[in-house]
T-cell receptor
Framework: AQSVTQLDSQVPVFEEAPVELRCNYS??????LFWYVQYPNQGLQLLLK??????LVKGINGFEAEFNKSQTSFHLRKPSVHISDTAEYFC?????????????FGTGTRLLVSP | KAGVTQTPRYLIKTRGQQVTLSCSPI?????VSWYQQTPGQGLQFLFE???????NKGNFPGRFSGRQFSNSRSEMNVSTLELGDSALYLC?????????????????FGQGTRLTVV
C-alpha cells in the first residue's frame, strides 16, 4: 500500500517570498507523483507531475518540484508567491505498471499568502 | 474541449434517502474515478471504472455503488444516507487506454458535487 505525508497543515507566507511545501511518500513499488491545487468550492487542478525522466519538474503558475527517490520526497517550491496562490495543495501518488488510476492523497497543506 | 462535468453541484438530502451523482468525463476518456473529500478523512478513493467495468474499489460500505455507461459517463449512488456521508464528491477522468498501454496519464477533476445530509 502507498501513503503520503504532508507534515505542514498550514503554511503562512508573505507575498513575494519563496515557499516550500513538503511531501513524503511510502510505497513498496514505483509510483508516479503529482501535486494538485484546490481553490475554495472548486475541484482539483493539476499543478505538476513526475512520470519519468528529469527529477526536477516544472508546472503551471511558476511552481516546480523535485523528486528525490532516496528520501522518498517530492517537495513543491515557488520562488515568489502571489496572493492568488492562497489555496490548499495536495500531494498524491499512483502506482506504476498496474494501470490502476487510483490516487492516494496526502492530507493537504493550506498555503496562506498575506500582503 | 469541455472538462469533466459533475451534476448537480449542490445537493441536500435527508438521512435514510438515497442519492445519485453524475459525472461526464472529458470526451475520449474512458477511465473514470470517484473520490470523497471530507474535513476529517481528506480525499479518499471510492472506485474506478474503465469501459463499463469496475476495476478497483476503495474501502467504503456497500451503500456506495457506481456504474459506467457505454458513453463513459458514470454515476455513483449512495443508499440509506447517513450524516457522515456529507462531503464533496469528486470525479476524475483520464485517457488511459487499457491494460498493456502506457500508464503515463493524468487525472482531470470535475468541480465536484457538494452533498449535505440533514
Amino acid at each position: 500500500a502507498q501513503s503520503v505525508t504532508q507534515l505542514d497543515s498550514q503554511v503562512p507566507v508573505f507575498e513575494e517570498a519563496p515557499v516550500e511545501l513538503r511531501c513524503n511518500y511510502s510505497s513498496s513499488v514505483s509510483v508516479y507523483l503529482f501535486w494538485y491545487v484546490q481553490y475554495p468550492n472548486q475541484g482539483l487542478q493539476l499543478l505538476l507531475k513526475y512520470l519519468s525522466g528529469s527529477t526536477l519538474v516544472k508546472g503551471i503558475n511558476g511552481f516546480e518540484a523535485e523528486f528525490n527517490k532516496s528520501q522518498t520526497s517530492f517537495h513543491l517550491r515557488k520562488p515568489s508567491v502571489h496572493i492568488s496562490d492562497t489555496a490548499e495543495y495536495f500531494c498524491a501518488v499512483r502506482t506504476m505498471n498496474t494501470g490502476f488510476q487510483k490516487l492516494v492523497f496526502g492530507t493537504g497543506t493550506r498555503l496562506l499568502v498575506s500582503p | 474541449k469541455a472538462g469533466v462535468t459533475q451534476t448537480p453541484r449542490y445537493l441536500i438530502k435527508t438521512r435514510g434517502q438515497q442519492v445519485t451523482l453524475s459525472c461526464s468525463p472529458i470526451s475520449g476518456h474512458r477511465s473514470v474515478s470517484w473520490y470523497q473529500q471530507t474535513p476529517g478523512q481528506g480525499l479518499q478513493f471510492l472506485f474506478e471504472y474503465f469501459s463499463e467495468t469496475q476495476r478497483n474499489k476503495g474501502n467504503f460500505p456497500g451503500r456506495f455503488s457506481g456504474r459506467q455507461f457505454s458513453n463513459s459517463r458514470s454515476e455513483m449512488n449512495v443508499s440509506t444516507l447517513e450524516l457522515g456521508d456529507s462531503a464533496l464528491y469528486l470525479c476524475a477522468s483520464s485517457n488511459w487506454r487499457g491494460q498493456g498501454t502506457s500508464g503515463n496519464t493524468e487525472a482531470f477533476f470535475g468541480q465536484g458535487t457538494r452533498l449535505t445530509v440533514v
